[in-house]
């Protein structure tokens, strides 16, 4: 908002580190630099990253997950074992699955014109057609907050469901959320 990246209003101190590029287009060259000991990533076939890493950096270890609402336990598990951190994040998970919990106990029983119609996506500054988010990354959170997903039925990768901001407006959603995409 305001052209203030997301980092710099939430987290300041992250502007003065390097960016490391995207999933699609990784720094190897920074990457190579910060001699990480393991690098975590979001599996995505689109963008074969971790190839990309291997063929670069082939002694640097590579986890790549699948980061979905299902997937949290088994996710925040496997990185407390790898960081040797298993408390902690045990910690954690029963928090948030406990949050999750009280929010969807909450939500279960809404009828469904009680339930407010969403728009989620991802914004970029300049960008006037939207990916439309639903399918198994995304629907689970929106049901699950007690809410129905306008973009049921769109789902396909992000790159090839996008929507335009006069399809948003037609359809008229309750709440629209936008996630940093480039931050």
């Not at 408390?87 to 014109?113: F, H, M």
Request: overall charge negative; aromatic content about 10%; charged content about 25%.
């Amino acid at each position: 908002p305001n052209g203030i990246r997301y980092s710099k209003r939430y987290y300041p101190e992250l502007t003065t580190k390097r960016n490391i590029g995207s999933t699609e287009e990784p720094d190897l060259e920074v990457i190579a630099s910060l001699a990480p000991d393991v690098f975590f990533v979001d599996w995505s076939p689109m963008y074969d990253i971790k190839s990309k890493l291997a063929k670069a950096l082939p002694h640097l270890p590579v986890v790549c997950m699948d980061i979905t609402y299902e997937n949290f336990t088994r996710n925040t598990r496997m990185t407390g074992y790898i960081l040797d951190n298993r408390e902690n994040a045990e910690k954690y998970i029963d928090w948030r699955n406990g949050q999750k919990d009280a929010v969807e106990k909450a939500t279960k029983e809404l009828p469904d014109d009680k339930r407010p119609s969403v728009f989620m996506s991802s914004y970029e500054p300049g960008i006037n057609d939207f990916p439309a988010r639903g399918g198994f990354r995304y629907d689970p959170l929106i049901n699950g907050a007690g809410g129905k997903n306008i973009c049921e039925g769109l789902v396909g990768l992000p790159t090839s469901n996008k929507v335009s901001a006069e399809w948003i407006i037609d359809k008229n959603p309750d709440i629209i959320i936008f996630t940093a995409a480039i931050t």
